[in-house]
């Protein structure tokens, strides 16, 4: 599991329209996934069929190596939840928890700043 989005330091005014992005690694399509933010009542992620964006970057970085995989191809293991219109500067955490099919359950945490 990678949250892709957010990390680290965080502009405010780079958040409107933003969303929390989760890559839980072969997912399956009836994976349950969570985001709860700080001490918010956990909230259902969708998921999508995209490319990760910390893949795009990665891959992006790697231009100059010709033997490089040369594109982010689009997965179905990306979960999204818009991330909350009044966030408030500070120090954030992010608790990510996923449910697959057969009833395994995973976690992750990251902690982010919005300054």
């Given at each position: 599991?990678?949250?892709?989005?957010?990390?680290?330091?965080?502009?405010?005014?780079?958040?409107?329209?933003?969303?929390?992005?989760?890559?839980?690694?072969?997912?399956?399509?009836?994976?349950?996934?969570?985001?709860?933010?700080?001490?918010?009542?956990?909230?259902?992620?969708?998921?999508?069929?995209?490319?990760?964006?910390?893949?795009?970057?990665?891959v992006s970085q790697r231009e100059h190596f010709p033997?490089?995989?040369?594109?982010?191809?689009?997965?179905?293991?990306?979960?999204?939840?818009?991330?909350?219109?009044?966030?408030?500067?500070?120090?954030?955490?992010?608790?990510?928890?996923?449910?697959?099919?057969?009833?395994?359950?995973?976690?992750?945490?990251?902690?982010?700043?919005?300054?």
């Open positions: 599991m990678r949250i892709s989005f957010p990390v680290g330091m965080v502009p405010s005014d780079s958040l409107a329209g933003k969303e929390f992005i989760v890559n839980i690694f072969n997912a399956d399509p009836g994976t349950s996934v969570t985001c709860q933010l700080d001490d918010h009542q956990p909230l259902s992620m969708k998921q999508h069929r995209m490319s990760d964006p910390f893949i795009i970057q990665y033997d490089w995989i040369n594109k982010a191809v689009e997965n179905t293991h990306i979960w999204t939840l818009p991330l909350p219109q009044n966030l408030s500067t500070g120090t954030h955490t992010i608790k990510i928890n996923a449910v697959d099919v057969k009833g395994n359950k995973y976690e992750g945490f990251s902690i982010f700043n919005v300054e």
